[in-house]
Nanobody
Framework: QVQLVESGGGLVQAGDSLRLSCAASGSSFSSGAMGWFRQAPGKEREFVAA???????NYADSVKGRFTVSRDNTKNTLYLQMSSLEPEDTAVYYCAARRTRWPSTQIVEYDYWGQGTQVTVSS
């Protein structure tokens, strides 16, 4: 079993930056892909970014050029650096992990989920 705990959310203004972290723990943690998803009020959860153990990246079009996903395998931690934040980025951000090494944009293909962290961007 893998446990994921997100941190770093908060209230910021449009144009600001914020970095989210996701600490992974558990005896089952392996070299699987990890990703970030978000869910805005009244909307479905959507893919944001993903990264493989080896650093292969994938982003949603809406965040390309503004968000950067990375992972520190020595610390079992996933990051999401968010810049030029917009009110439309307001959502609960979730960290997710797969047992397999390949990244995915599909919610159903992730095996483990964190509890989420709130990001609110004011205009």
């Amino acid at each position: 079993q893998v446990q994921l705990v997100e941190s770093g959310g908060g209230l910021v203004q449009a144009g600001d930056s914020l970095r989210l972290s996701c600490a992974a723990s558990g005896s089952s943690f392996s070299s699987g892909a990890m990703g970030w998803f978000r869910q805005a009020p009244g909307k479905e959860r959507e893919f944001v970014a993903a990264v493989t153990w080896g650093g292969l990246l994938n982003y949603a079009d809406s965040v390309k050029g503004r968000f950067t996903v990375s992972r520190d395998n020595t610390k079992n931690t996933l990051y999401l650096q968010m810049s030029s934040l917009e009110p439309e980025d307001t959502a609960v951000y979730y960290c997710a992990a797969r047992r397999t090494r390949w990244p995915s944009t599909q919610i159903v293909e992730y095996d483990y989920w964190g509890q989420g962290t709130q990001v609110t961007v004011s205009s």
